[in-house]
């Protein structure tokens, strides 16, 4: 699908948001609680199971559920761990609703802000791989490292520029390690990086930008006036 056609379909703040692929702490920790509360709800279940000698045809009578909500141990005590597998999944599992219902409610404002932005400094750049691989950290997989083109440039002008960085690349001088240290460094870790910020006399305008997926087309949206060039953020389109 070309720029245009992908374009087309931004028209619409929803449409938009939908379509790009949006880390959402709100959903992550939503997912987390109810992970958690699931587990916790299987080993009080499988407990209260083994308290009834497996008495499947006990589920669901008064004695399954005075059992499932004891906090008492076999020696009649109870403990802290007792109380969190009991009480805490129905817990989790209310704070996992909320934060749900919470990014639900709290996305359709979330995508008209993305999409203001994009239509005030945004535009939408296609991913070309270089060939270069950097990590974040010793624990991460490789990302893979992408030139994301740019409006103000022809066609044929960001074919050349991907050119010239992949034979930077394939050289593997010392500039790429610069290029390297650059784009894993600090707070810039992960964020699009300037390409005329590490090889001076090029264009304003392209970047580079390391990914853990493959991907065609980024959204970039540049900074607010006032804000350091590393300010720019990027969504991959799904």
Known sequence: MSITQLQSQFTDPHRFGKSL?????????????????????????????RTLDNDFSAIG??????????????????????????????????????????????????????????????????????????????????????????????????????????QQVAAAGPQVAQWETALTKGKVAGRPLPLAQILPGLPEGPLLSASKRDRQAVVVIAPKPGEKATAVRSYDVK
């Not at 692929?21 to 279940?45: C, D, K, Q, S, Y």
């Open 61 to 166: 009578s008064s004695r399954f559920w005075r059992v499932f909500w004891s906090t008492l141990g076999e020696d009649q005590a109870t403990s802290v761990w007792l109380n969190f597998v009991v009480y805490g999944p129905p817990i989790l599992l209310v704070l996992a609703a909320v934060l749900f219902a919470y990014a639900m409610i709290s996305q359709n404002a979330l995508y008209r802000r993305l999409h203001q932005a994009y239509l005030e400094r945004g535009y939408l750049a296609l991913a070309q791989p270089t060939g270069l691989r950097v990590s974040i950290d010793r624990k991460s997989a490789g990302l893979d490292v992408d030139l994301l083109t740019h409006p103000s440039m022809s066609e044929q002008q960001n074919a050349e520029l991907l050119a010239h960085v992949r």
């Open 21 to 49: 692929r949006i880390e959402r702490p709100t959903m992550a920790a939503a997912g987390i609680a109810l992970m958690f509360a699931v587990i916790g709800l299987l080993w009080n279940l499988r407990s209260t199971l």
